[in-house]
């Protein structure tokens, strides 16, 4: 049995995303972005009341970088993985989490924007710097790109499916437009089919309302 706990536009889209990439069979479970997160029910899967939740038989993994590790191992077979001694396994493991870099960004911007704040109570400060962050981000990745289509020699993997994933939110904040390289990456991988099936469904409640929120000038 697999179950995902998932909260539509959060990081919880980088495992569903790598699930339907993957061609498992699993049910998914699909939350509001509010305080029903804290039900003791819930936090009886998930102790700190987030998403994602991957409940494998009686595994349960809550950090979504944790999961396409782990999800990788249980399913060599796929390629998405990078095992100890291959050439690209550091590049694999750098890769891969750089993906929490960009989300630690995204999530203060998303707090500012859309989670906690009010328009009045919002830093203009705060959002300036996570914003130049996470652009200084995308450089880096835009440099990675440079020559190659994925962020691997040995190609597509669950680093891309991080890495994209997260991309994913902080377009909503920083325009991929300004990097080129990046910009064609990110093209790319939003092609893909197991990408779109991990978007929001019709009816879902929508994290980000706009497409793209203006940084605030102080």
Same mark, same amino acid.
């Given at each position: 049995?697999?179950?995902?706990?998932?909260?539509?536009?959060?990081?919880?889209?980088?495992?569903?995303?790598?699930?339907?990439?993957?061609?498992?069979?699993?049910?998914?479970?699909?939350?509001?972005?509010?305080?029903?997160?804290?039900?003791?029910?819930?936090?009886?899967?998930?102790?700190?009341?987030?998403?994602?939740?991957?409940?494998?038989?009686?595994?349960?993994?809550?950090?979504?970088?944790?999961?396409?590790?782990?999800?990788?191992?249980?399913?060599?077979?796929?390629?998405?993985?990078?095992?100890?001694?291959?050439?690209?396994?550091?590049?694999?493991?750098?890769?891969?989490?750089?993906?929490?870099?960009?989300?630690?960004?995204?999530?203060?911007?998303?707090?500012?924007?859309?989670?906690?704040?009010?328009?009045?109570?919002?830093?203009?400060?705060?959002?300036?710097?996570?914003?130049?962050?996470?652009?200084?981000?995308?450089?880096?990745?835009?440099? +990675? /790109? =440079?020559? !190659?289509?994925?962020?691997?020699? &040995?190609?597509?993997?669950?680093? #891309?499916?991080?890495?994209? *994933? @997260?991309?994913?939110?902080?377009?909503?904040?920083?325009?991929?437009?300004?990097?080129?390289?990046?910009?064609?990456?990110?093209? +790319? /991988? =939003?092609? !893909?089919?197991?990408?779109?099936? &991990?978007?929001?469904?019709?009816? #879902?409640?929508?994290?980000? *309302? @706009?497409?793209?929120?203006?940084?605030?000038?102080?």
């Amino acid at each position: 049995m697999i179950r995902l706990h998932h909260v539509p536009e959060s990081r919880s889209m980088r495992v569903l995303w790598m699930l339907h990439e993957l061609g498992l069979d699993f049910e998914l479970a699909v939350h509001p972005f509010d305080k029903s997160l804290r039900d003791p029910t819930y936090l009886a899967v998930h102790p700190g009341g987030r998403v994602p939740a991957l409940e494998i038989d009686d595994t349960v993994l809550f950090e979504s970088g944790a999961a396409l590790e782990y999800l990788c191992a249980r399913h060599p077979q796929a390629g998405l993985g990078c095992a100890f001694g291959h050439a690209d396994y550091a590049d694999w493991l750098n890769w891969l989490h750089f993906a929490e870099s960009i989300s630690q960004h995204t999530a203060a911007l998303t707090q500012q924007h859309v989670a906690i704040y009010p328009a009045e109570k919002r830093s203009p400060l705060v959002t300036k710097l996570e914003a130049a962050r996470l652009a200084k981000l995308f450089q880096a990745l835009d440099a +990675r /790109l =440079s020559g !190659r289509d994925t962020l691997l020699e &040995s190609g597509f993997s669950a680093a #891309d499916i991080g890495v994209g *994933q @997260a991309l994913y939110m902080a377009k909503h904040f920083v325009r991929l437009g300004r990097f080129e390289r990046l910009n064609a990456y990110y093209e +790319r /991988l =939003s092609a !893909r089919t197991a990408f779109q099936k &991990s978007l929001p469904a019709d009816g #879902d409640m929508r994290l980000y *309302q @706009a497409g793209f929120y203006e940084v605030l000038n102080g």
